[in-house]
């Protein structure tokens, strides 16, 4: 079974400031994918930014990008200029890779980190 | 571009009553998924079907049943409700195998038990 671990439950950052949301995972698979979703108030779940394990370039994607280190089972998100509509609960998820044939599986979802961006 | 559309919005039952959430994939996703958020919590997977065969399965409690149509869209049948069962319920769904697994989330049915 496969765990995600967020050890900061809640964050701030200034506007226009960057911060850093962490997350550490365990698994025994080699193939998988990791992924932030966003969910601000009103609840919706926003994919961010995802990351395929088999790739060494972290992924970005505008304003949001990743530094993955798959020895160490680290997958932190970088915000930089941040908004106001950044302000969200931020879940870093993992599922294994399927392969062709077997549908996905299903996302294991850490337990979220709180950010508000002040202004 | 379309999105995961989840009917209804809201639902509000009476304990020991039945429920039925319906979801509608993107266009072309051929797998659905199913979530539950309680108050505070992680979604937590319920169960997932590709190509209208249960594909993955989850803590899903034998009160609650789901399946996959022709048309792709999914049902998510729930019996003899319980208080627990109040929470946000997600459909999701993905192109399968292919578009390196992201699911994409409809924005849910807050299901309230009284």
């Known amino acids: 079974a496969q765990t995600v671990t967020q050890s900061q439950p809640e964050m701030s950052v200034q506007e226009a400031e960057t911060v850093t949301l962490s997350c550490t995972y365990d698994?025994?698979?080699?193939?998988?994918?990791l992924f932030w979703y966003k969910q601000p108030p009103s609840r919706q779940m926003i994919l961010v930014i995802r990351q395929e394990a088999y790739k060494q370039q972290n992924a970005t994607e505008n304003r949001f990008s990743v530094n993955f280190q798959k020895a160490a089972k680290s997958f932190s998100l970088k915000i930089s200029d941040s908004q106001l509509g950044d302000t969200a609960m931020y879940f870093c998820a993992f599922m294994k890779h399927a392969y062709s044939g077997a549908g996905s599986y299903q996302l294991t979802f850490g337990k979220g980190t709180k950010l508000s961006v002040i202004p | 571009a379309a999105g995961v559309i989840q009917s209804p919005r809201h639902l509000i039952k009476e304990k020991r009553e039945t429920a039925t959430l319906k979801c509608y994939p993107i266009p072309r996703h051929d797998t659905v998924y199913w979530y539950q958020q309680g108050p505070g919590q992680d979604p937590q997977f319920l169960i997932s079907f590709y190509e209208k065969m249960q594909s993955d399965k989850g803590s899903i409690p034998d009160r609650f049943s789901a399946q996959q149509f022709s048309d792709y869209h999914s049902e998510l049948n729930m019996s003899s409700l319980e208080l627990g069962d109040s929470a946000l319920y997600f459909c999701?769904?993905?192109?399968?195998?292919?578009?390196?697994?992201?699911?994409?989330f409809g924005p849910g049915t807050r299901l309230l038990v009284l």
């Open positions: 698994t025994s698979e080699n193939n998988y994918y």
């Open positions: 999701a769904s993905s192109l399968g195998t292919s578009g390196a697994g992201a699911q994409y």
